[in-house]
């Protein structure tokens, strides 16, 4: 199979173990009247939440080279996407999301929780554990906004190079329907980089207010987007 399908379809598994660390619980907790969740339990699952959503993040952007080797370098597409380039990729956004979420998730151990402890959101989110805090969060949120930025800035760069080759390469081609056919073979990635990057970057950089707006981004990129890839790219592609 080819790089093109490879990669799609580790975005698959990521969008399985995103989804799976706070839809079994979320339901649950629908159909039960007690909602609540153990401490370990709270931060295995916001360990496991930020390293899925890192290493998906970072996956994304390996999918734009991916484009832009496919629509740019057409004839060298087998030579440049080889089977070891992908695998290391892939091996790189787990790393990444590894590195990010364990870094992230230590620092929470120097905090204290006291009080009501009720978590406004339906997942044990790093951002939303912070207000729960005894003690100053101030270090702990800027370290999440500071990891959050980098990653941005690793992964971010390589999406918008690919994107302004790729869009050069449109522009070059004289008739509509081979710009049309190009286009469709990045319109899919397109989208889901949109959904997922546009509302988790707000939600990571911006400070933690526990308003519903950051509970519906929170679902937007983490069980929303998820459940819609396959259907954009089943549609698309």
């Keep these: ?104 998730n230590l620092f929470i151990h120097k905090l204290h929780f006291c009080g009501s402890n009720i978590i406004a959101h339906f997942c044990c989110e790093l951002p939303s554990l912070f207000p729960l805090s005894c003690t100053d969060p101030t270090a702990n949120e800027f370290l999440l906004s500071g990891s959050s930025a980098f990653l941005g800035l690793l992964t971010l760069p390589l999406i918008l190079f690919s994107y302004s080759r790729i869009i050069s390469a449109i522009l070059s081609i004289r008739s509509s329907e081979g710009q049309g056919k190009v ?27 526990g308003s519903l707006l950051e509970r519906v981004v929170s679902i937007q990129y983490s069980v929303i987007t998820s459940l819609l890839n396959p259907v954009i790219y089943r549609i698309k592609t």
């Excluded at 994304?60 to 380039?85: E, F, G, I, T």
């Excluded at 992908?86 to 990444?96: I, R």
């Excluded at 939600?203 to 207010?209: L, N, Q, T, W």
């Design 1 to 104: 199979p080819s790089t093109h399908v490879q990669l799609p379809g580790y975005l698959s598994f990521l969008d399985i173990c995103f989804s799976s660390v706070t839809m079994p619980k979320m339901l649950q907790n629908f159909l039960s009247q007690k909602k609540s969740i153990s401490v370990s339990g709270c931060i295995a699952q916001s360990f496991f939440f930020l390293l899925s959503g890192c290493a998906e993040a970072s996956l994304l952007s390996a999918m734009a080279y991916d484009r832009y080797a496919a629509v740019c370098h057409p004839l060298l597409y087998a030579v440049v996407m080889n089977r070891p380039l992908c695998t290391a990729m892939v091996g790189a956004a787990w790393v990444m999301g590894f590195l990010n979420s364990l870094v992230n």
């Design 183 to 209: 286009f469709s073979t990045c319109s899919s990635h397109l989208t889901v980089v949109l959904l997922f990057y546009g509302t988790a970057l707000f939600r990571y950089i911006s400070p933690a207010s």
